[in-house]
């Protein structure tokens, strides 16, 4: 049905310009008509993406109205402005929406006719930073700026995970959905589903990667291979993991602290305790203080890719 409609489209272009029904009119109708079917297909061929689509088709309808109000006024002209209003601002439109394809979205007008910021600084979040679900608490306090980009092929992995025979898994995917919702419900934060996908690219990864590039965004994710992947492809990413150990709190060896002994340590007479961040704090000569509250004295500090590790010593 597209298609019959954008020949019957092309025909009468092909007629109001040249002012007659010929041979020549109807080479010209078949010449429009399949390059526009070719350039369809390469669209559909290197991605699925809405705005692209809807760039080409504001800018034939906005070429058309033009065409057809200049055309009565300048009929000498006609076929210098068909060229103009009907071939080159569809190819300025699609080339402006592969640059900036936010333009092309409603939500964007919403926000800048409602004076609110607009769809800058985008932040893609992963499987992984939305299971984690600390993504909620940080983008609630205002220090993420930008709108929070949450692509359908990620939801449609969460999905899959919801769906998983493994009860770990599955909760685990039912979790992210309903982080999901309360980025949505959060009025302080600005979310986008976005409905880009990328058929030829295998691997969530990579397509997040390419969405990146794309729309000029930052990744947000706890995963590491992806971490890794996206960087030595120049893709800037936002590890939460990462903010996390540098933010918690500086200790220095000599320096007291109460904690509680949960469990014992490898090592002989050695208890293991928690702080409220999760570091795992080593405490010699405490493994017979199991399930109590002692002061320790910090003996060092040892920083991972996991994070931090705290020593210290339990003195009678």
Do not use: C
């Amino acid at each position: 049905m597209i298609y019959l409609l954008y020949a019957l489209i092309s025909a009468g272009a092909a007629y109001t310009i040249r002012g007659k029904a010929d041979y020549i009119t109807l080479v010209h109708a078949l010449g429009v008509f399949f390059a526009g079917v070719i350039l369809d297909i390469i669209i559909r061929k290197a991605s699925s993406r809405r705005e692209t689509l809807s760039a080409l088709f504001l800018g034939v309808i906005i070429g058309w109205i033009l065409f057809s109000i200049y055309s009565s006024l300048l009929p000498r002209y006609s076929f210098y402005l068909g060229v103009l209003f009907l071939l080159l601002l569809p190819i300025s439109f699609l080339s402006l929406s592969l640059k900036k394809p936010e333009l092309f979205t409603p939500v964007y007008w919403i926000q800048s006719l409602k004076g609110t910021p607009t769809l800058g600084n985008k932040k893609i979040l992963d499987t992984s930073v939305i299971i984690d679900g600390r993504i909620v608490d940080i983008a609630s306090t205002g220090f993420l700026e930008g709108p929070l980009v949450i692509p359908k092929f990620v939801l449609g992995e969460l999905q899959k995970i919801a769906d998983s025979s493994d009860p770990l898994k599955r909760q685990r995917g039912r979790r992210g959905l309903e982080i999901v919702e309360r980025l949505k419900n959060d009025r302080e934060i600005q979310l986008i589903i976005s409905d880009t996908d990328f058929p030829n690219v295998k691997g969530v990864d990579q397509k997040l990667v390419e969405l990146a590039r794309r729309i000029n965004a930052k990744i947000i994710t706890n995963d590491f291979n992806l971490n890794k992947m996206a960087r030595i492809q120049g893709i800037k990413v936002l590890n939460i993991n990462e903010l996390a150990n540098a933010l918690k709190p500086v200790v220095l060896p000599g320096e007291k602290m109460n904690v509680f002994i949960l469990k014992e340590g490898k090592e002989r007479d050695q208890g293991v305790a928690y702080l409220d961040d999760g570091t795992m704090v080593v405490v010699d000569n405490a493994r017979k203080m199991i399930g109590k509250t002692v002061e320790i004295t910090v003996t060092s500090v040892l920083q991972t890719t996991a994070g931090k590790m705290i020593f210290g010593r339990y003195n009678e």
